[in-house]
Structure formats: structure tokens, C-alpha cells
Nanobody, 115 residues
């Protein structure tokens, strides 16, 4: 069983930056494909960024060039650096760990981009 503590969300103005962190316990994250997802009310949860255990990355089209996912297996933590934030990035952001058919989810952290 993997448990997460997500942090770093908050209110930021358009064009600003935030860095989300997802610290895990209960299992070594090095065994999992890690990802950040986001969801707004009334819409499906969507992939923001993913990173494999050998550091291959993929990003949703709307965040390419602005967001960067990284992982520190020694700290059992995954990060999402978000730059040039836009109002449409407003959502609850969730950390995910996946291995085969097993998925673990964090509780989410709110990101609000507004002037």
C-alpha cells in the first residue's frame, strides 16, 4: 500500500509558478510509473505528466513546454514544476503511482490560477 502527502498547491497569478510535491510512504516509488493528473468539476481526470522508473517523461499537450515532472527515488518523492501558469490550469492535482494493474492515488492539492 502506497500513501501520499501532496503539497505545493495554492493561489497564483497568471504567468506565475508553483512546484507540487508528492512524498510517498509504504513502498519504494522506484518500482512505479509516477504521474500527475488533474480534474475540474464536471470533467474527467486528465493526465498532466508521467515519468517512468527510468525517467522517461510524457506530458499532456496543454502543458508541454511549461510543466516539468521529476522524481527523486532517494527521497521517495515526485515533483511537478509548473511555469507560466494559465487560468485554465486551475484544478485539483492528484499524484498517481502505477504498477501493472495497481493504481494508488493521492488526495489531491488545489491549484488556482487567477488575478
Amino acid at each position: 500500500q502506497v500513501q501520499f502527502v501532496e503539497s505545493g498547491g495554492g493561489l497564483v497569478q497568471p504567468g506565475g509558478s508553483l512546484k507540487l510535491s508528492c512524498a510517498a510512504s509504504g513502498s519504494a516509488l522506484s518500482m512505479y510509473i509516477m504521474g500527475w493528473y488533474r480534474q475540474v468539476p464536471g470533467k474527467q481526470r486528465e493526465l498532466v505528466a508521467g515519468i517512468t522508473n527510468n525517467a522517461l517523461r510524457n506530458y499532456g499537450d496543454s502543458v508541454k513546454g511549461r510543466f516539468t515532472i521529476s522524481r527523486d527515488n532517494a527521497k521517495n518523492t515526485v515533483y511537478l514544476q509548473m511555469n507560466n501558469l494559465k487560468p485554465e490550469d486551475t484544478a485539483v492535482y492528484y499524484c498517481n503511482a502505477r504498477r501493472g494493474n495497481t493504481n494508488y492515488w493521492g488526495r489531491g492539492t488545489q491549484v488556482t490560477v487567477s488575478s
